[in-house]
Nanobody, 120 residues
Framework: QVQLVESGGGLVQPGGSLRLSCIVS????????LGWYRQTPGNQREFVAGFTTGGTPDYADSVKGRHTISRDSAKNTFDLQMNSLKAEDTGVYYC??????????????WGRGTQVTVSS
C-alpha cells in the first residue's frame, strides 16, 4: 500500500539548479525517517540528505551548503533543492522512507528513481 514516487530530475548545466520531490502515499511521513540517495553505474547507493527520526536535517559532506532538504506534512511530500550543481552530482536519485513507528515500524520503502544529469 505504501508507495514513493520521485520527480524533478532532468538535464542541467553545471552551476544550475533542480528541485526533486518525493510523494509518499499510504502512510503519514511523520512516522518515518526520510532521505535522498544517489547511485551511479557500478557504485553503491550513497546517502545525500535526509531527516532523522527526530526531524533533524543531515547532509553528505559533498553537498553541504549547496543542497537543502525540506518536507511538507500536509502534502505528505519531501523535496531536495539542488543548487550549484556539479558534474559529480550526476546519477539516479532515490527517495527513501524508513518507518520507525506505527504499524509499518521496521519497514523501508524506495522510489523507482529519477535521473539527474549535470553536463555542458
Amino acid at each position: 500500500q505504501v508507495q514513493l514516487v520521485e520527480s524533478g530530475g532532468g538535464l542541467v548545466q553545471p552551476g544550475g539548479s533542480l528541485r526533486l520531490s518525493c510523494i509518499v502515499s499510504g502512510s503519514p511521513l511523520w512516522l518515518a525517517a526520510l532521505g535522498w540517495y544517489r547511485q551511479t553505474p557500478g557504485n553503491q547507493r550513497e546517502f545525500v540528505a535526509g531527516f532523522t527520526t527526530g526531524g533533524t536535517p543531515d547532509y553528505a559532506d559533498s553537498v553541504k551548503g549547496r543542497h537543502t532538504i525540506s518536507r511538507d506534512s500536509a502534502k505528505n511530500t519531501f523535496d531536495l533543492q539542488m543548487n550549484s550543481l556539479k558534474a559529480e552530482d550526476t546519477g539516479v536519485y532515490y527517495c527513501n522512507a524508513r518507518f520507525y513507528n506505527g504499524p509499518l515500524k521496521g519497514n523501508t520503502y524506495w522510489g523507482r528513481g529519477t535521473q539527474v544529469t549535470v553536463s555542458s
